[in-house]
């Protein structure tokens, strides 16, 4: 089922939109100050919109550093225009009610063709582009129906992550485009051997074509299907490894929809390979259009959170581990917004600003 070469595929969206460091960095062993108490995704320690979606808590000053998960809720969205979209996710205050998506990066289009369709543009200055949604989901099944690029070394992507890096991925190296690829990674690690990387094969023009790609992900199993067919099962039990740790992901995830330039020099020649090659910048379609680009019509979202949240709940929160290695996860009513009234900043307001805003210039900078 696995060709070999196959099995070695890399948790490649991390690593490109990583970053490099200059601000102060964080990670698991070495946590943020109280002075910038949130780490960022891109592992930064800041506050403000470090706060939010992406923050890591087990990086993090404290475990409640991090503005909480906000809670899943059943949505269609589609894409008749981007008002649903925040442009930039550094303004971002934690507004759910607001703003579906954010873009972390690049540049979006709304085509405005057959009812709208959000076009992620990638040129050879914006490094591609990036939304994730400003809500999470902890379990449920998500479907985007989507057309991919379909240029050597151009990836289009459709992925559920989490602030501890649990991710399930369908993605879509553009060399490639009667197949999609699915994996799935628990805290930023391959789970088992053998477990990871898979190809659907025969697919129609993914370029041309709509289709509907499924992250169905439920406590006891993950499944990936292609207009509602079945095509990959995981279960939950078969990714528990030698010492009992269940290595599957569980900790409430944001949708994010990407097109990115894996073939560019700056990434490890086994990226370049496994999306097509270098991408070529003289590409007719590129200099026709100014950039190259992935449609999305829309995305789908059912909540399969265990038990069904109430109603004044806001939001999933971290605690302490319940087993070895595996951070607890609690329903929450406290607030989720910036502003909000919430347990995060006991003081330090005027400071607060002057940190963002020198950690915020420097992420920009390095990253967006
Ligand atoms: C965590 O960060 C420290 C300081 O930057 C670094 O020395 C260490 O290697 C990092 N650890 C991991 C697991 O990345
Ligand atoms: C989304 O669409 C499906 C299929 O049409 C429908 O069953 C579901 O109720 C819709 N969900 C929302 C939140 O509108
Ligand atoms: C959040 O956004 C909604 C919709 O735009 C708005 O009505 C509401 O006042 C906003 N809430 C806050 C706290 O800003
Ligand atoms: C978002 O805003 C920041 C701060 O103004 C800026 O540095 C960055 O380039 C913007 N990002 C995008 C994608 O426009
Ligand atoms: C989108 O298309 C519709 C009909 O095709 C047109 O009426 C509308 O003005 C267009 N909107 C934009 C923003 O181009
Ligand atoms: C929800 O909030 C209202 C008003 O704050 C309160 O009266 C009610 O008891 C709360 N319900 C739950 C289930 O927390
Ligand atoms: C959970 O356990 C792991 C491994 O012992 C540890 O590295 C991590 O910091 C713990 N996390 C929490 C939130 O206690
Ligand atoms: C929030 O939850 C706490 C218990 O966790 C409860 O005491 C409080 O009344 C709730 N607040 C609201 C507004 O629902």
Redesign the pocket.
């Known amino acids: 089922m696995l060709p070999t070469p196959l099995v070695v595929i890399f948790p490649v969206l991390l690593t490109f939109f990583a970053g490099s460091a200059q601000a102060t960095s964080c990670n698991i062993t070495n946590p943020c100050p109280a002075s910038a108490p949130c780490c960022s995704e891109f592992g930064f320690c800041g506050t403000d919109h470090f706060c939010l979606g992406g923050c890591n808590p087990l990086a993090s000053k404290s475990l409640d550093s991090c503005r909480n998960n906000p809670v899943c809720k059943?949505?269609?969205h589609t894409f008749a225009d981007n008002s649903r979209i925040l442009s930039n996710s550094t303004f971002f205050d934690g507004n759910v009610t607001e703003y579906d998506w954010v873009v972390d990066k690049g540049t979006i289009m709304n085509t405005n063709s057959s009812g709208g369709e959000l076009a992620m543009l990638l040129t050879e200055t914006n490094g591609g582009t990036r939304l994730s949604s400003t809500r999470y989901l902890h379990y449920g099944t998500v479907t985007a129906k989507l057309k991919t690029g379909r240029w050597g070394g151009v990836v289009t992507a459709f992925i559920t992550m989490s602030d501890i890096k649990d991710e399930i991925d369908w993605e879509f190296p553009g060399a490639a485009t009667t197949e999609g690829q699915t994996n799935y990674f628990w805290q930023g690690y391959i789970p088992t051997v053998g477990t990871n990387g898979d190809i659907e094969k025969g697919l129609s023009d993914t370029f041309g074509n709509y289709h509907d790609y499924t992250i169905d992900w439920q406590p006891k199993a993950l499944t990936f299907s292609i207009d509602g067919k079945v095509v990959r099962t995981i279960k939950q039990s078969d990714a528990i490894d030698p010492s009992g740790v269940s290595r599957y992901p569980n900790t409430p995830s944001r949708i994010q929809l990407s097109l990115w330039p894996a073939g560019i020099p700056a990434s490890p020649p086994g990226t370049v390979e496994w999306a097509g090659g270098m991408i070529n910048w003289k590409d007719p379609d590129y200099l026709s259009a100014g950039h190259f680009y992935a449609l999305v019509k829309s995305v789908?979202i059912?909540c399969g959170d265990p038990e069904a949240p109430g109603a004044n709940i806001t939001s999933y929160k971290y605690g302490k581990n319940t087993t070895a290695e595996t951070p607890s996860v609690a329903f929450s009513n406290q607030t989720v917004l910036l502003n909000g009234a919430g347990p995060i900043f006991g003081s330090g307001m005027q400071f607060r600003g002057a940190v963002a805003i020198v950690a915020g210039l420097l992420l920009a900078s390095h990253i967006l």
Request: hydrophobic share 20%.
């Open positions: 059943d949505a269609n789908s059912k």
